[in-house]
């Protein structure tokens, strides 16, 4: 894959992903259609903390590996937030991973990264980079989901 059409794809996903978000009227963005579920507010928290954990990997060029334990610490920051927040982390933080991806070559995106997990969860560069993108689509599913349990019907 070509960073440039990495770039359109992350775009596209993000674009979508915030205009879905922004439709959601204010007394709905902490629903929960179950009470152990997520609401849309913790959702679209979750894709601006993967860009930021995933913006972090970029920059130190695989050095600062993606883990479980630092999205739960963003997560566990990002608690809270108020519309305004997330919004402002999700441009903060995709701005950032756009930025790191600048100096990345079409190479680097294709080049294997090792991993010392145990499962060994060896990828190229370009396919840990792309875990935004999984998660902007991820999030948008169920954002709409969620939009249509409360009634919403029309497409954002």
């Not at 979508?16 to 439709?23: G, I, M």
């Amino acid at each position: 894959m070509t960073k440039e059409l990495f770039l359109i794809l992350l775009a596209n996903g993000h674009d979508e992903l915030v205009k879905t978000f922004k439709a959601t009227p204010d007394n709905k963005l902490n629903w929960k259609p179950f009470e152990n579920g997520r609401s849309i507010l913790e959702l679209f928290s979750e894709a601006a903390n993967t860009c930021q954990m995933t913006q972090e990997f970029v920059a130190s060029r695989a050095l600062e590996m993606p883990s479980y334990e630092k999205y739960q610490e963003l997560t566990a920051a990002s608690a809270g937030w108020s519309r305004e927040e997330a919004l402002a982390a999700m441009e903060t933080n995709y701005t950032a991973l756009v930025k790191a991806f600048e100096p990345v070559t079409d190479v680097e995106l294709s080049t294997p990264i090792p991993s010392a997990a145990p499962d060994d969860l060896s990828e190229a560069f370009g396919v840990w980079g792309m875990m935004p993108y999984r998660t902007f689509v991820s999030r948008f599913a169920q954002i709409n989901y969620i939009q249509t349990l409360y009634g919403d019907t029309d497409s954002h």
